[in-house]
Each structure stands twice: as structure tokens, then as C-alpha cells.
């Protein structure tokens, strides 16, 4: 079976420039305008885009300065013409086209805040949605064919985002200095700045990563920004369950020895008009129960994960100059020995359960043909419980781990935000996109944490190290940031577009005010905009963690180190407690890039640019030990530097083929003790000394590539190729201090990957669903995860926990 997914990828890839052949033209014209305001204002430089029944583009144009456009030879047929330009709507007009005749159209463009939805037309295009840098963006299309793994799996297709422990790093970056946002309104959680909300699926309907987003609406990240569009509901009513089929764990080295249920994931979606044309609502659920194994461990032990997720979204066009969006989410989630690993059996694991309520509303009002506003209101809860196995003290050695997991934590938080923008447009020397407004969030973080005795072991079993920890501690902390933020958005040309701004932001946990200035610019080298170079520069200030003003709240831990007896104490055993440096500043970075997109012809484009980001004010945490006192320093001197340089490629024949191509080469370096990597969803006490090194997510090179081909509009083939450089890591002592440069000397084995998917569509009672198999690690690659670093381990240097191949029923309707 796997030769021939093979042999299908092969023939996706050689199939790819067939598609790419010219089509004979025919003589027809398509002839029209842009505009805005009910065609009373000519709008220069919009991207005109033509396809046809099939989805295939025909042709890409600007308009000229009075919005005139104009497509000749064009074969008989119906098309969809779509324009696009920053800070409006992106607009879609019918077009038919018959021999020897001129199709006259005429595109008027509503402005950007009564938008409801959110359309990639292409890499080539000058600006999306509402900045003009680059964005990686995976459509619906994608998530439902690709990411059948929900909203992780969706961002996995990205060559911008590499999973690293903790979470994702978005272009070298630490899991937490990252932001989600749903529309304007952020997702994580105060104390952690991680998210803890799972969307269902079919919420989705596109994920996008913006990197270094110029315009300063956005802030409270320093390595990029992860946008989510929801799903509006259509016009007709459509009601849809998926993922009915249970996937099911095989013994490992068989395809058919069913050893239990590995995944369960059924979704509901259903929407419609609750008034025709004013009233809307998309209701979608989706319950998930996933089982993981441990390849190095018995197939036996398993990760048990249940959650439940309802995403509800009412759309309500009030007036033609007036519109609403409510939602409201319940995110409860379970995982069973959560932190089950390599060397840590299910007795020493910690479960954690969450629950996560979410609502909010945004208003958009047009005031006048050149004002219009958007106000937002969210209001987003979450509980945390990390809950060992026992109360037995925790064992570390370098082998396993005995006991049970140290440290029960209970934490609450809540964030209460309204955003509001005001945004109007004037031409005055060419055409001016003015926005200003202001973010209010206040943060709540409720909290507790009990910890028990940790005992580090040699391998013959004798006594290292142990850390007695005082009283369970309690954490309480409430915040207020406040954002105001002023930016244009200015064509002075039909191919020059520049965006400006500042933001100045009050860190309500340092009560400190910072101010973000940010340009960014894009140039269009041909008037059909085939050709586009983009680049700027900008502040990016991170929001601090809750953490950082608990700091000193949590419990504080007596440090004993042992001779090799394991009896008798090299020196008196030293009491570290919590403490933070004076003048903590907030964690900021400073971003440059430039960037080329080239559309060579109606089937392939390439793209190429670079990157650099240095980061400063980062927070770190140090052992600082003087006799039999200590302190656990929580300091702002953390630094960083990533930079990088992607080219990439794209093939697309409409829905029948798709080829994706990036290759990036990057460094990330930085002090690796960030308060984050210890203090995290779940904490880890063994804090080493800090070093200046490269970066978990530290990858210099990688390669990613997705593919699609339908032969026939019944047969869908798909592949996934992911190769990088291996992840850096340390070596340590029987005391679990690091030896050596962190991260210097050693990394993980090369990463190969591929998932190699085909689909074919069936007629069942009236119904269409998509059935296939789809092989995860189809090549069964050596992709671990673990290795043994402790040097007193005649195992170190050994690596474990590799995914092994794995092949899956797929059953999905499409929407």
C-alpha cells in the first residue's frame, strides 16, 4: 500500500505542469470599474481577479486611477470577478461572456468594517484583510482536507510555525510570546500567555499568521499574531455531522491488530437565516476522545484526552449601514496522565482539566460615507487544575521517575476587554485609510499551588539531590492594560501603498507605558500587479504574564546536594526563595523585513524574503545561591535574535491540483531559563543556570511542501513532506544541572515526515461522503522526541519516543 501512495505523490507532482498549459483565447471582453461609496469614488489599484466555473484564474489586473479595468480575449463562459484592495471589502460581481462582445461590469466596494467575510484570492495580492505585510493564511478548504487534527494540525501546515515543547514557536519564537485573536479580541490566558480554547472544526474558517503585522491595532505579542475567522452561517439553511467513524489504535508494526479506539472526533455544524437576509446563526459542537501511546513506553499506557467544544455565532445586519456579531463558546477539556513520557510511567503523570467560557459582541456602524466604527466586547474565563496521581514524593531518575507527580495547582483567570476603532477615509493626495482607537482589558488570575518533596536519584539508586518545599502558596492578581493606537493607511500611487502608525500601551502588571512605532510599505513593480515588494519595521511589545506579579507568591524550596553515598551533604542545604530584580520592563522585539512575490502566470507564483527580529527585556528566571541562602531571580535581561531567509513556491490549477512548496533557513538564539519554559501550564522546579544559546525552536533548515490532486471531481489525492534540522538539546549531571554549552553540542536526528492521503467520493442513500485512508509517518521515519541526557545514564545519548507509521479511515462530508 505504501508503494502506491507513492507512487500517487509522484504522479501528483509530475501531473502539476500539465495543468499549467495555456488555454486557447477566444475574443471576448470584460470592461468595468471599481468603486466605493454607491460608485461615487474611483478607486486606483485594486487587484482584479477573473476565474471561471472551474475556479481557475484567467487573468489578474489593477485598476487604473479612475478604477477602469479592462480583460480582453476571454473564452466564452460565466466568471466571477474579484476585487480586492486594502481597507474595503473584498467584492465579487457575475460576469458572462459571450463571443465577439464586451461584458460590462461595475464593482462598488463597501469598506472594510462591514465585511463579513474573509477571501485569499491569492499570494500576489497587496494587502489582507486589515494589514499590508505578509501573512501565512490556510483557508477552509485546506483545514478540511489537510488538518483533520483541528486548529493544532491547521497551524502544522505552516512553514512559519514549528511545534516546540510547551506549544508552537511562530518564527523562532517562545510559545508565549505569540497572540491569538478571534476578530480583535485576544484568546490567552493572563497568566500563562498561552491559549487554552479549542474551536471546533467547522468554526473555522481560516487560520492566518502574521508575523509582524505593521498595522499597530494589533499588539501584546513579540513574535507573531495567530488570527481565527469564525464561520458565518450562508443563505440557505445546511446542516452537517462529521468524523461519525472512530479511528482505531493498532498494535504497532500491524495495520490491522485493532488494540482499541485511538480517536473519536464527531462534529456537528448547522446554520442558516433566521430572517431572511438580516438575521443569521452557525451553531457547531464537536466532543473529541484521542488516546496516545508513548513509543517508548508499553502500548498498554495511554494519554486519555476528552474535550468538548460549542462555538455559537449570530450574525444580524440591522441596517445597510449598521451590523452585529455575537458568539459564545463552553470549552471543557480532560487529559488523563497528560504528562505520560519516555522516563514517566502513569503513576508519576499529573492530569489536567480546564474549562474555558468565552463570549463577546462586535458592533459596526457606517456613520457616514467616510467614518465608520467597530466596538468589541469579550469576556473570556478559564480554570485550570493540575492534579498528580498520589501524594507519594516525587523520585527523578535517569531512567523513570517514581512516585507521584509533586505539585497540585489550581488556577482562575478571567480578561475583560472592549476594543474601539474609528475608521474613516479621505483622498487627499491620494487615497488616506485613517484608523484610531483604544484596547481596554482588565485580567484576573486566582490561584493556588501545593508542592511535595522531589528526590533525585543516581542510577545505582543512591541519594543526589532533594528539594523540600515550605506551605502550599496562594496567587492573586488583577491587572489593567490599556492600549491607544492611531495609524493610515495611504496609496499615493495605484501601486505604492505605505501604512504608519504608533501605539502607546500601559503594562498594567509593571505599570509601565510603552510606545510602539511601526511603517510598513508595499510596491507593485508592474501595473498588473505581478510583482510585489513589501517590507518595513516595527516595535512589538509582549503582554506580561499575570505570573510575573505572583512571582514571590509561590512556594519557596530547600536545595540539599549529596555525596555519591547518598547520605552525606556536600554542604549546608540552601533555602531558595522567590524574588524579582528591580525595574522589570516589559519584553519587547524589534522586526525588519523585505520580502518579493512574483506571480510568473495564471498557475504559479514564488515568493522570497528575509527577516530579523531581536528581542530584549525578556524574562528570565536565575538560581542565584550565596552560602545557605538563595534566590530563584525573576530578571527582564533575556535577550534573543532570530533571523531568516524563506523562498517558496506555489502551483494552482483551481480545486483539481495545488502544490505548495517553502524552504526556510533560519537561526534562533536567546537565554533559554524564560520564565515561561518553568512556569507553564505545568511546573517544573529544576531550574538550571541560564545561557545565551540557540533556541528550542532553533531550526536552520527547513523544507515544507503540501500537495493536492483531483484527477476527477470524485478522487482526491493528498501529501504532506516535512524535513528540518533537528532540535538542539543538553546534557546534564546526576544533579540535573546542565554540562557543557546549553545547547551548543548536540541535536536531534534529521525530521522526515510525509503523510500520504487518497480520497474517493461515494453516492451512499442520497449522501456524498469523501472516504479514504490516510498514512501518518508513511514512511515510518525515525522522528523521536526524547533522548536520555543525563550523563550518569550508560544509556545517555540515546533517543526515544518516534512516532511510528500509522494509517487512518478518513469519513468527511464536505461542506
Same mark, same amino acid.
Given at each position: 500500500?505504501?508503494?502506491?501512495?507513492?507512487?500517487?505523490?509522484?504522479?501528483?507532482?509530475?501531473?502539476?505542469?500539465?495543468?499549467?498549459?495555456?488555454?486557447?483565447?477566444?475574443?471576448?471582453?470584460?470592461?468595468?470599474?471599481?468603486?466605493?461609496?454607491?460608485?461615487?469614488?474611483?478607486?486606483?489599484?485594486?487587484?482584479?481577479?477573473?476565474?471561471?466555473?472551474?475556479? &481557475?484564474?484567467?487573468?489578474?489586473?489593477?485598476?487604473?486611477?479612475?478604477?477602469?479595468?479592462?480583460?480582453?480575449?476571454?473564452?466564452?463562459?460565466?466568471?466571477?470577478?474579484?476585487?480586492?484592495?486594502?481597507?474595503?471589502?473584498?467584492?465579487?460581481?457575475?460576469?458572462?461572456?459571450?463571443?465577439?462582445?464586451?461584458?460590462?461590469?461595475?464593482?462598488?466596494?463597501?469598506?472594510?468594517?462591514?465585511?463579513?467575510?474573509?477571501?485569499?484570492?491569492?499570494?500576489?495580492?497587496?494587502?489582507?484583510?486589515?494589514?499590508?505585510?505578509?501573512?501565512?493564511?490556510?483557508?477552509?478548504?485546506?483545514?478540511?482536507?489537510?488538518?483533520?487534527?483541528?486548529?493544532?494540525?491547521?497551524?502544522?501546515?505552516?512553514?512559519?510555525?514549528?511545534?516546540?515543547?510547551?506549544?508552537?514557536?511562530?518564527?523562532?519564537?517562545?510559545?508565549?510570546?505569540?497572540?491569538?485573536?478571534?476578530?480583535?479580541?485576544?484568546?490567552?490566558?493572563?497568566?500563562?500567555?498561552?491559549?487554552?480554547?479549542?474551536?471546533?472544526?467547522?468554526?473555522?474558517?481560516?487560520?492566518?499568521?502574521?508575523?509582524?503585522?505593521?498595522?499597530?491595532?494589533?499588539?501584546?505579542?513579540?513574535?507573531?499574531?495567530?488570527?481565527?475567522?469564525?464561520?458565518?452561517?450562508? &443563505?440557505?439553511?445546511?446542516?452537517?455531522?462529521?468524523?461519525?467513524?472512530?479511528?482505531?489504535?493498532?498494535?504497532?508494526?500491524?495495520?490491522?491488530?485493532?488494540?482499541?479506539?485511538?480517536?473519536?472526533?464527531?462534529?456537528?455544524?448547522?446554520?442558516?437565516?433566521?430572517?431572511?437576509?438580516?438575521?443569521?446563526?452557525?451553531?457547531?459542537?464537536?466532543?473529541?476522545?484521542?488516546?496516545?501511546?508513548?513509543?517508548?513506553?508499553?502500548?498498554?499506557?495511554?494519554?486519555?484526552?476528552?474535550?468538548?467544544?460549542?462555538?455559537?455565532?449570530?450574525?444580524?445586519?440591522?441596517?445597510?449601514?449598521?451590523?452585529?456579531?455575537?458568539?459564545?463558546?463552553?470549552?471543557?477539556?480532560?487529559?488523563?496522565?497528560?504528562?505520560?513520557?519516555?522516563?514517566?510511567?502513569?503513576?508519576?503523570?499529573?492530569?489536567?482539566?480546564?474549562?474555558?467560557?468565552?463570549?463577546?459582541?462586535?458592533?459596526?456602524? #457606517?456613520?457616514?460615507?467616510?467614518?465608520?466604527?467597530?466596538?468589541?466586547?469579550?469576556?473570556?474565563?478559564?480554570?485550570?487544575?493540575?492534579?498528580?496521581?498520589?501524594?507519594?514524593?516525587?523520585?527523578?531518575?535517569?531512567?523513570?521517575?517514581?512516585?507521584?507527580?509533586?505539585?497540585?495547582?489550581?488556577?482562575?483567570?478571567?480578561?475583560?476587554?472592549?476594543?474601539?476603532?474609528?475608521?474613516?477615509?479621505?483622498?487627499?493626495?491620494?487615497?488616506?485609510?485613517?484608523?484610531?482607537?483604544? &484596547?481596554?482589558?482588565?485580567?484576573?488570575?486566582?490561584?493556588?499551588?501545593?508542592?511535595?518533596?522531589?528526590?533525585?536519584?543516581?542510577?545505582?539508586?543512591?541519594?543526589?539531590?532533594?528539594?523540600?518545599?515550605?506551605?502550599?502558596?496562594?496567587?492573586?492578581?488583577?491587572?489593567?492594560?490599556?492600549?491607544?493606537?492611531?495609524?493610515?493607511?495611504?496609496?499615493?500611487?495605484?501601486?505604492?501603498?505605505?501604512?504608519?502608525?504608533?501605539?502607546? &500601551?500601559?503594562?498594567?502588571?509593571?505599570?509601565?507605558?510603552?510606545?510602539?512605532?511601526?511603517?510598513?510599505?508595499?510596491? #507593485?513593480?508592474?501595473?498588473?500587479?505581478?510583482?510585489?515588494?513589501?517590507?518595513?519595521?516595527?516595535?512589538?511589545?509582549?503582554?506580561?504574564?499575570?505570573?510575573?506579579?505572583?512571582?514571590?507568591?509561590? /512556594?519557596?524550596?530547600?536545595?540539599?546536594?549529596?555525596?555519591?553515598?547518598?547520605?552525606?551533604?556536600?554542604?549546608?542545604?540552601?533555602?531558595?526563595?522567590?524574588?524579582?530584580?528591580?525595574?522589570?520592563?516589559?519584553?519587547?522585539?524589534?522586526? %525588519?523585513?523585505?520580502?518579493?512575490?512574483?506571480?510568473?502566470?495564471?498557475?504559479?507564483?514564488?515568493?522570497?524574503?528575509?527577516?530579523?527580529?531581536?528581542?530584549?527585556?525578556?524574562?528570565?528566571?536565575?538560581?542565584?545561591?550565596?552560602?545557605?541562602?538563595?534566590?530563584?531571580?525573576?530578571?527582564?535581561?533575556?535577550?534573543?535574535?532570530?533571523?531568516?531567509?524563506?523562498?517558496?513556491?506555489?502551483?494552482?490549477?483551481?480545486?483539481?491540483?495545488?502544490?505548495?512548496?517553502?524552504?526556510?533557513?533560519?537561526?534562533?538564539?536567546?537565554?533559554?531559563?524564560?520564565?515561561?519554559?518553568?512556569?507553564?501550564?505545568?511546573?517544573?522546579?529544576?531550574?538550571?543556570?541560564?545561557?545565551?544559546?540557540?533556541?528550542?525552536?532553533?531550526?536552520?533548515?527547513?523544507?515544507?511542501?503540501?500537495?493536492?490532486?483531483?484527477?476527477?471531481?470524485?478522487?482526491?489525492?493528498?501529501?504532506?513532506?516535512? %524535513?528540518?534540522?533537528?532540535?538542539?538539546?543538553?546534557?546534564?549531571?546526576?544533579?540535573?544541572?546542565?554540562?557543557?554549552?546549553?545547547? /551548543?553540542?548536540?541535536?536531534?536526528?534529521?525530521?522526515?515526515?510525509?503523510?500520504?492521503?487518497?480520497?474517493?467520493?461515494?453516492?451512499?442513500?442520497?449522501?456524498?461522503? %469523501?472516504?479514504?485512508?490516510?498514512?501518518?509517518?508513511?514512511?515510518?521515519?525515525?522522528?523521536?522526541?526524547?533522548?536520555?541526557?543525563?550523563?550518569?545514564?550508560?544509556?545517555?545519548?540515546?533517543?526515544?519516543?518516534?512516532?511510528?507509521?500509522?494509517?487512518?479511515?478518513?469519513?468527511?462530508?464536505?461542506?
Amino acid at each position: 500500500m505504501l508503494r502506491t501512495f507513492g507512487l500517487l505523490l509522484t504522479a501528483l507532482l509530475a501531473t502539476a505542469p500539465a495543468f499549467g498549459q495555456a488555454r486557447p483565447a477566444a475574443p471576448g471582453v470584460i470592461d468595468g470599474f471599481v468603486t466605493t461609496q454607491q460608485k461615487t469614488i474611483p478607486l486606483g489599484g485594486a487587484q482584479v481577479v477573473v476565474r471561471n466555473a472551474l475556479n &481557475d484564474v484567467i487573468a489578474t489586473v489593477l485598476s487604473e486611477g479612475d478604477g477602469h479595468f479592462r480583460i480582453v480575449a476571454v473564452p466564452d463562459g460565466r466568471y466571477r470577478v474579484t476585487a480586492t484592495l486594502a481597507g474595503f471589502e473584498t467584492t465579487v460581481v457575475a460576469a458572462t461572456v459571450t463571443a465577439g462582445t464586451t461584458a460590462d461590469v461595475s464593482v462598488d466596494m463597501p469598506i472594510a468594517a462591514i465585511s463579513q467575510t474573509v477571501e485569499v484570492v491569492g499570494s500576489a495580492q497587496v494587502a489582507t484583510g486589515t494589514t499590508i505585510s505578509r501573512s501565512d493564511t490556510v483557508g477552509g478548504r485546506d483545514i478540511e482536507q489537510y488538518a483533520s487534527g483541528g486548529f493544532q494540525a491547521t497551524l502544522r501546515l505552516l512553514a512559519s510555525i514549528i511545534e516546540v515543547p510547551g506549544g508552537v514557536s511562530i518564527k523562532g519564537g517562545r510559545p508565549s510570546q505569540a497572540g491569538l485573536q478571534i476578530g480583535s479580541g485576544t484568546l490567552v490566558d493572563p497568566s500563562t500567555g498561552l491559549s487554552l480554547m479549542s474551536l471546533p472544526d467547522d468554526a473555522i474558517d481560516s487560520v492566518a499568521v502574521l508575523p509582524n503585522p505593521y498595522a499597530v491595532e494589533y499588539g501584546r505579542f513579540s513574535s507573531g499574531l495567530v488570527v481565527i475567522q469564525t464561520r458565518r452561517a450562508g &443563505d440557505q439553511w445546511k446542516t452537517r455531522l462529521n468524523n461519525l467513524d472512530p479511528t482505531f489504535r493498532t498494535a504497532r508494526g500491524t495495520m490491522f491488530n485493532i488494540k482499541g479506539v485511538g480517536a473519536f472526533a464527531p462534529r456537528l455544524e448547522t446554520g442558516g437565516p433566521i430572517v431572511k437576509e438580516r438575521l443569521f446563526v452557525e451553531q457547531t459542537a464537536q466532543f473529541r476522545y484521542g488516546t496516545t501511546d508513548v513509543p517508548s513506553r508499553s502500548e498498554d499506557e495511554l494519554k486519555t484526552t476528552k474535550w468538548f467544544s460549542s462555538f455559537t455565532r449570530v450574525d444580524a445586519n440591522i441596517s445597510p449601514r449598521h451590523s452585529m456579531v455575537g458568539t459564545a463558546g463552553l470549552f471543557p477539556s480532560a487529559e488523563a496522565q497528560a504528562t505520560l513520557g519516555t522516563f514517566t510511567p502513569p503513576e508519576a503523570t499529573a492530569d489536567i482539566h480546564a474549562r474555558v467560557t468565552h463570549g463577546g459582541v462586535t458592533e459596526r456602524a #457606517l456613520w457616514s460615507d467616510a467614518v465608520f466604527s467597530e466596538t468589541t466586547v469579550q469576556v473570556h474565563e478559564a480554570r485550570t487544575d493540575v492534579l498528580p496521581q498520589g501524594v507519594l514524593p516525587m523520585e527523578l531518575l535517569p531512567e523513570t521517575t517514581l512516585g507521584n507527580f509533586y505539585n497540585t495547582q489550581h488556577r482562575s483567570t478571567a480578561t475583560y476587554q472592549i476594543v474601539e476603532a474609528v475608521s474613516g477615509t479621505r483622498d487627499a493626495g491620494g487615497l488616506h485609510l485613517f484608523k484610531a482607537g483604544f &484596547d481596554l482589558l482588565y485580567s484576573q488570575y486566582e490561584g493556588t499551588s501545593a508542592s511535595r518533596p522531589i528526590l533525585i536519584d543516581r542510577s545505582d539508586g543512591t541519594l543526589a539531590r532533594r528539594l523540600d518545599f515550605s506551605g502550599p502558596s496562594a496567587q492573586s492578581v488583577n491587572s489593567t492594560d490599556l492600549a491607544l493606537f492611531v495609524q493610515d493607511r495611504y496609496q499615493p500611487t495605484t501601486r505604492w501603498y505605505l501604512e504608519f502608525g504608533g501605539r502607546v &500601551d500601559r503594562d498594567g502588571v509593571l505599570d509601565r507605558f510603552n510606545v510602539t512605532p511601526r511603517i510598513g510599505t508595499a510596491v #507593485l513593480l508592474d501595473d498588473a500587479g505581478r510583482s510585489t515588494i513589501r517590507g518595513g519595521y516595527g516595535l512589538f511589545y509582549e503582554r506580561t504574564p499575570s505570573t510575573v506579579a505572583a512571582f514571590r507568591q509561590f /512556594e519557596s524550596a530547600l536545595d540539599a546536594r549529596y555525596a555519591a553515598d547518598g547520605t552525606t551533604l556536600l554542604a549546608p542545604a540552601t533555602r531558595f526563595v522567590h524574588a524579582t530584580a528591580g525595574g522589570l520592563e516589559t519584553p519587547r522585539s524589534r522586526t %525588519w523585513d523585505v520580502g518579493i512575490e512574483h506571480r510568473l502566470d495564471d498557475r504559479w507564483s514564488i515568493h522570497g524574503g528575509v527577516i530579523d527580529r531581536s528581542g530584549d527585556h525578556e524574562l528570565i528566571v536565575d538560581p542565584v545561591r550565596s552560602g545557605t541562602n538563595g534566590t530563584l531571580l525573576l530578571s527582564s535581561a533575556g535577550r534573543s535574535k532570530y533571523r531568516e531567509a524563506e523562498v517558496g513556491i506555489r502551483f494552482t490549477h483551481g480545486p483539481a491540483a495545488e502544490v505548495n512548496a517553502s524552504y526556510v533557513h533560519s537561526t534562533a538564539r536567546g537565554d533559554l531559563n524564560s520564565l515561561t519554559y518553568y512556569y507553564d501550564a505545568v511546573m517544573w522546579p529544576i531550574v538550571g543556570q541560564n545561557a545565551y544559546a540557540p533556541l528550542y525552536g532553533d531550526v536552520p533548515h527547513r523544507l515544507l511542501a503540501r500537495g493536492r490532486l483531483m484527477p476527477t471531481s470524485r478522487w482526491l489525492l493528498l501529501g504532506i513532506l516535512d %524535513w528540518r534540522s533537528g532540535m538542539p538539546w543538553s546534557a546534564m549531571n546526576e544533579y540535573l544541572d546542565f554540562v557543557g554549552p546549553r545547547n /551548543e553540542t548536540f541535536r536531534f536526528p534529521t525530521y522526515v515526515r510525509t503523510e500520504i492521503g487518497i480520497e474517493h467520493r461515494f453516492k451512499i442513500f442520497g449522501l456524498q461522503p %469523501w472516504i479514504g485512508v490516510r498514512a501518518y509517518n508513511a514512511f515510518d521515519a525515525f522522528l523521536p522526541t526524547d533522548v536520555q541526557a543525563n550523563l550518569n545514564s550508560p544509556l545517555f545519548g540515546t533517543f526515544y519516543n518516534s512516532e511510528y507509521r500509522q494509517l487512518r479511515l478518513q469519513f468527511r462530508f464536505e461542506r
